[in-house]
């Protein structure tokens, strides 16, 4: 018989003095001759011969599902079980290693359940497909809709309820980690990020070394991290920082920049104290801090994800994913030189969401 080969010449096929299929080459230049080399002979697993191998094979993939589910209970113990408002060192270790322990459970045995209900029990024949055109005709779809009604009675779920309730129970678990993790990203801020330690007469200092700042000690295109004064007090020695003292400090700290005073855009002059204004560092994208200052352009870049803020354009978004401009903070002097906030963050700081009132 003939057949076409790759390329479109034809081939004649012949059979060796063993039954294999080969071919011998045409003018086309295709070699002279190679083998099929076919399929090796089926083995039959020890579940498709032996009904109580099978059944051992059934009850290892719901143990499997149910030391799943002992993961998502290790998990949420491990979260309430610890302080996290004030942890000491010991006490965020062994929590870290709960909830670790307990999120590795969970994933890994319900992917490794999967796996041993596929190697195991579900069907393990061989399918010969004939190639056919891309086009798909009413035939071909209904046949696809068959295999996928087919694979549903391989699975064999219908048959085994113990597995499927089992999974059934491990996948209804396994959300309620990131339910109560994930908590901690709110909830929704409301007011938090509106109110900061920065107010009328708060005075800066300069982070990290948290000294007092004069305005005149900032050099024309200079940049420097200021916190406010509160912060200067560090959590009581030999415990962990506070999480208020973290999160304030989070929240509060910004930049100041000297420009020239004839650079300083009309929208932040109101808050600008000569040459030197003073911006949000937390990152309106996703929080992060941004630190990086271009003296010639005057841009502010986040290095995380790269969002770009024009300084002469009051901090504008000009690159990006953040989706508006830093707040301002306004600046000015005390009574001995030192430089101070006139008034808190006209609006919240960092990323955007919900409550915020221009949104």
């Keep these: 018989m003939s057949r076409i080969a790759p390329g479109g010449a034809s081939q004649d096929e012949q059979s060796d003095a063993s039954g294999r299929t080969v071919a011998v080459a045409d003018a086309a230049g295709l070699p002279e001759r190679f083998e099929n080399p076919g399929l ?9 011969i032996d009904r109580k191998a099978a059944r051992r094979a059934e009850l290892s993939v719901a143990v499997m599902f149910l ?11 491990g979260y309430f079980a610890f302080r996290l408002d004030e942890p000491t060192s010991g006490e965020l270790a062994w929590s870290n290693r709960t909830i670790g322990l307990g999120l590795f459970l969970t994933i890994f045995f319900i992917g490794m359940g999967a796996v041993q209900w596929a190697k195991t029990l579900m069907p393990d024949h061989e399918q010969i497909e004939e190639r056919h055109s891309v086009e798909s005709t009413p035939e071909t779809k209904s046949a696809a809709a068959g295999i996928l009604r087919e694979g549903v009675d391989d699975s064999g779920i219908r048959r085994r309820p113990l597995i499927l309730g089992s999974l059934a129970g491990a996948l209804a678990l396994a959300p309620l980690p990131a339910l109560v993790l994930l908590k901690d990203l709110g909830p929704n801020p409301g007011n938090k990020l509106r109110e900061t ?12 070394t948290k000294t007092p700042l ?11 991290h200021i916190l406010p004064e509160q912060l200067g007090i560090e959590p009581d020695e030999g415990r962990t920082e506070g999480l208020e003292y973290l999160n304030e400090k989070a929240k509060a700290a910004a930049i100041v920049i000297r420009l020239e005073e004839g650079e300083v855009p009309a929208a932040a002059r109101a808050g600008a104290y000569g040459g030197l204004v003073a911006y949000s560092k937390v990152c309106t994208h996703m929080g992060c801090s941004v630190a990086l200052y271009e003296q010639v352009t005057h841009h502010l870049l986040c290095p995380c994800h790269q969002s770009t803020f024009d300084v002469l354009d009051n901090c504008r978004v000009i690159f990006g994913p953040a989706a508006r401009a830093l707040p301002q903070l306004p600046v000015g002097v005390d009574d001995e030189g030192y430089l101070v906030a006139t008034e808190g963050f006209a609006e919240p700081v960092g990323p955007s969401f919900w409550e915020r009132g221009d949104t």
């Design 40 to 48: 090796p002979e089926h083995r039959p697993r020890l579940a498709d």
């Design 67 to 77: 030391l799943s589910m002992v993961g998502t209970v290790v998990t949420i113990v």
């Design 197 to 208: 330690l920065w107010g009328p007469g708060v005075r800066a200092i300069v982070d990290p």
């Design 214 to 224: 004069r305005p005149e000690e900032i050099q024309l295109g200079q940049i420097v």
